[in-house]
Every structure is written in C-alpha cells, then in structure tokens.
C-alpha cells in the first residue's frame, strides 16, 4: 500500500537543498530581475532533477533487487539518516561562513542552473534506490507516480523560495535545510523501525 504522507515527507525533505538555494537567489539577485518568468525558470529546472535522480536510483537498485530486499530497510536507515545529518552540517557551516552568493546581479546563467539542479539533486539518487521500501512504490506506475509527485511539490516549494528569497533575504535559507536535514533522519528511523519491531 502506497504511503502517501512519508512520500510526502521525503519529497519536502529533499526539495530543502533546492528551497535554500531558491531563498538564496532571490534574495541576492536585483529585485527587478526576480520575477515569475525568474521563478518560473528555476523551479522548473530544480523540479526536473529532483523527479529524475530518483528514478535514476531506483532503476541502479532494480539491478540488484534481490540482494536489497533482505537489506533495504537498513540502507535506508543509513542513506537518509545521512543526508539528513549531511544538510544540517552543510546548513550550519554555511551559517557561520555567511552564506554563498551564486547569483550575478540580473539573475542565474543556464549553466549555473544546471550545476546548482546537479548539486542539489544527487541525494534524490540514493533516495531513489529505498524509495519502493519507504513509501511502497513496488511497481513501475507507483514509481513514476511518486519521482512526478516529488518533482512537483519540489516545483512550488522552489516557486515560493524565490519569491520568500524576494522579500525576507536569506534569513530563512539555512533554517529550511536544517528541516530538511530533520525529516531525512525521522523518515529513515520510521522505515528502520516499521521493518524491525511492527
């Protein structure tokens, strides 16, 4: 039976990295340049791999579906409690060093985009391989229904970024992916538990 609130719950939480760096460009961006066409062009491109490195993941852990099975429950203990850790460090560190500036004054390069998509996707990828164990997506229409659904909740998660980025500056940026980082970890302890005691 498909879950729908831990699918959910992974898809916010991988969409945090991308919301970061949405709040971020918006706010550092000139005001005028950020606009829906602005919003619009990066929350498409994040929702675009975030949708795709999953289905990526899950079709490297297809290749090696039996010896996963018995372990799955484990990898993903492992997988999401680390990425989680991995945003909240990631997110502090940026705090103490005062954040980073990837956006040029009239907005974000189409290659700029594309590494910012990469970098904030490849967690997707290993999510990708425990994704069926998480939220039981067992079969290939459950999958393609999940990878769409985190792609379009990363999509308006980004959309509101840019525009939070706008209005309130990078105050909020490093308190997202810490969240982020905290719902990884709850997820990859309930999938842990759910397998060993229930």
């Given at each position: ?12 939480g ?18 005028e ?15 675009v ?54 956006c ?95």
């Amino acid at each position: 039976m498909m879950d729908y609130i831990s699918l959910a719950g992974i898809s916010v939480g991988l969409a945090m990295d991308a919301f970061a760096v949405c709040i971020t460009n918006g706010a550092v961006c000139r005001k005028e340049a950020v606009n829906l066409r602005f919003a619009l062009r990066m929350a498409l491109s994040f929702a675009v791999f975030q949708a795709l490195m999953p289905m990526i993941g899950w079709l490297i852990g297809k290749a090696g579906e039996n010896l996963i099975s018995s372990i799955d429950h484990w990898i993903a203990l492992v997988l999401l409690c680390y990425l989680g850790i991995q945003m909240i460090v990631e997110a502090v560190k940026k705090g103490r060093e005062g954040g980073e500036e990837t956006c040029q004054a009239d907005g974000v390069s189409l290659r700029t985009l594309l590494a910012l998509s990469v970098a904030t996707s490849i967690d997707a990828l290993a999510t990708g391989i425990i994704l069926p164990s998480a939220v039981g997506a067992n079969t290939l229409p459950l999958m393609i229904f999940s990878v769409c659904a985190i792609g379009v909740i990363t999509f308006f998660i980004c959309m509101a970024g840019v525009f939070l980025g706008k209005t309130f500056g990078l105050l909020v940026a490093g308190k997202a992916e810490i969240l982020g980082g905290m719902v990884l970890i709850a997820i990859g302890l309930k999938i842990f538990i759910e397998h060993m005691f229930l």
